[in-house]
């Protein structure tokens, strides 16, 4: 099987140690996985702000990037959405066609593909609130949606489960926005401040210790609406607990 690691330009520059933890959980599950060199970004920023056409450079060269891979892995459930169900920039060829099909976040690689249930490495004895940003709860479906009458389930909380000690928290409403949204929070910054605020207090008044998220993107703008409100609560990447860290 190989894989190809997809590291996000953000988890690059702001949230190393995530990329190096998905590569080592990818290892220990078994993966030989690269890492193409000459990654940037998926074009993600560009087409959430409504100018696709300017992304189609970006897109064509993370596609020449990609290409060939049985299977690409990120762990960030929103660019892994963009990739997957927008990258209509670039031209649709075979090759894009494969590279968009072929594309998975972290937890649905794990848990559909590989289906790793048990992670005997791992403990992380901590009251921990999950959090499912909008990208992997709508988009790729990694758990239930409240507004949808379907028997529960979560990919991610299934396999947390397989971390020794762990223990959950359940806030009062678990999959709403905390409102990073990408540049909502830069066009509609009084309103994602307060979602995020609510998200966070949601989280600290249930008791949680840390909040962990599929998505960095997510777990920084609650990071920093909690440390402005003095909440004390700590953020962590679902790759980092899987592959063994204790705090």
């Excluded at 072929?102 to 790793?116: A, I, K, R």
């Excluded at 992380?124 to 790729?140: D, Y």
Aim: proline share 5%; aromatic share 8%.
């Amino acid at each position: 099987m190989k894989v190809a690691l997809f590291v996000p330009c953000f988890i690059d520059a702001f949230f190393p140690d995530v990329g190096i933890a998905t590569l080592e959980l990818l290892e220990r599950v078994g993966c030989e996985v690269d890492y193409p060199l000459d990654q940037t970004c998926c074009g993600q920023p560009m087409g959430n702000s409504g100018c696709e056409k300017d992304a189609a450079a970006t897109e064509n060269l993370f596609v020449r990037n990609f290409a060939g891979y049985d299977y690409i892995v990120a762990p960030s459930g929103s660019c892994v959405h963009h990739v997957r169900d927008h990258l209509t920039a670039a031209d649709q060829t075979s090759e894009a066609r494969a590279v968009r099909a072929n594309t998975y976040e972290l937890v649905e690689f794990l848990h559909d593909v590989l289906e790793v249930r048990d992670f005997p490495w791992a403990e992380f004895p901590h009251k921990v609130g999950l959090h499912n940003s909008c990208g992997t709860l709508r988009a790729l479906r990694t758990a239930k949606m409240s507004e949808i009458d379907e028997p529960f389930f979560s990919k991610p909380m299934t396999l947390l489960k397989g971390v020794k000690g762990i223990e959950f928290i359940q806030p009062d409403r678990p999959d709403e926005c905390c409102g990073f949204g990408g540049t909502f929070c830069v066009s509609e910054e009084p309103v994602s401040a307060r979602m995020g605020a609510d998200k966070v207090r949601d989280h600290k008044r249930n008791g949680a210790e840390y909040i962990v998220s599929a998505d960095s993107s997510c777990l920084m703008h609650q990071k920093g609406c909690s440390d402005r409100l003095g909440l004390g609560l700590k953020f962590i990447h679902i790759a980092q607990i899987l592959n063994g860290a204790r705090a």
